[in-house]
Nanobody
């Protein structure tokens, strides 16, 4: 499975961005997927996750109510709609796929088997 994230950019606080993650491989639709982010000098952290069929989602408390994760298995796409962005949301965002646990998105980075290259989101104050 190969993943490619896109959609990052520079946005003012309060603005919105939509990240996309294009996947390849026949098993894409069978995998739980997640979005993570890493700010300079910080560890990679969980942002949002989604079950293989989109039936279960999970969000970090810091983004709950502002971000929405979704997926389109027919087109092998994962999305992260980010609204009401804050300067503290500034980070490189990564999409990831979990081969072993399709029913429940995990919050720990090491549980994920495949990673995209990351896309930079910068929120100015």
């Amino acid at each position: 499975v190969q993943l490619q994230a896109s959609g990052g950019g520079l946005v003012q606080a309060g603005g919105s961005l939509r990240l996309s993650c294009a996947g390849s491989g026949q098993i894409f639709g069978n995998l739980a997927m997640g979005w993570f982010r890493q700010a300079p000098g910080k560890e990679r952290e969980f942002v949002a996750g989604i079950r293989w069929n989109g039936g279960n989602t999970d969000y970090a408390d810091s983004v709950k109510g502002r971000f929405t994760i979704s997926r389109d298995n027919a087109n092998k796409m994962l999305y992260l709609q980010m609204n009401s962005l804050k300067p503290e949301d500034t980070a490189v965002y990564y999409c990831a796929a979990d081969l072993a646990r399709p029913w429940s998105p995990e919050r720990t980075p090491h549980e994920y088997d495949f990673w995209g290259q990351g896309t930079l989101v910068t929120v100015s104050s």
